[in-house]
């Protein structure tokens, strides 16, 4: 009962067989936060730039390691609309063989801290 809660913050990463990863879907909380319109089909450098690379090196280790990640993180980025304090992302390996990770399942939440922004 509790999924489509989820929805807005879920997302799907597609491992390229280039090493690159390209978003085939962001929910739309997500899509909000960045406020770039539709993910799916840009890459994370594409969308976070330089600060792509902790996102990449997870996305590395969920794809190679095949297990499963969570980061709950104070990183007080900013995106385009409003800066954030609190970050937490789960990632887990996908597979079409069953062998060979090729896509990851991803849900990812933003915070404002209410001292800071109250």
């Known amino acids: 009962m509790a999924i489509p809660n989820l929805l807005p913050t879920t997302f799907i990463m597609i491992a390229e067989e280039n090493g690159?990863?390209?978003y085939q879907l962001a929910g739309s909380k997500i899509e909000?936060?960045?406020?770039?319109?539709a993910l799916a089909g840009k890459t994370p450098q594409e969308i976070?730039?330089?600060?792509?690379?902790?996102a990449i090196e997870a996305y590395r280790r969920v794809?190679?390691?095949?297990?499963?990640?969570y980061r709950d993180a104070n990183v007080a980025?900013?995106?385009h609309r409003e800066e954030y304090c609190q970050n937490e992302v789960l990632l887990m390996p996908l597979?079409?063989?069953?062998v060979k990770v090729n896509m990851?399942?991803?849900v990812q939440d933003f915070f404002r801290d209410p001292v800071k922004f109250s």
Not at 48 to 54: A, L, N, T, V, Y
């Open 20 to 22: 690159e990863f390209r």
């Open 32 to 37: 909000q936060k960045f406020a770039l319109g």
């Open 48 to 54: 976070m730039g330089e600060r792509s690379k902790s």
């Open 63 to 69: 794809r190679d390691e095949t297990v499963l990640y």
């Open 77 to 79: 980025w900013i995106s």
């Open 95 to 98: 597979s079409n063989d069953g």
């Open 104 to 106: 990851i399942l991803g």
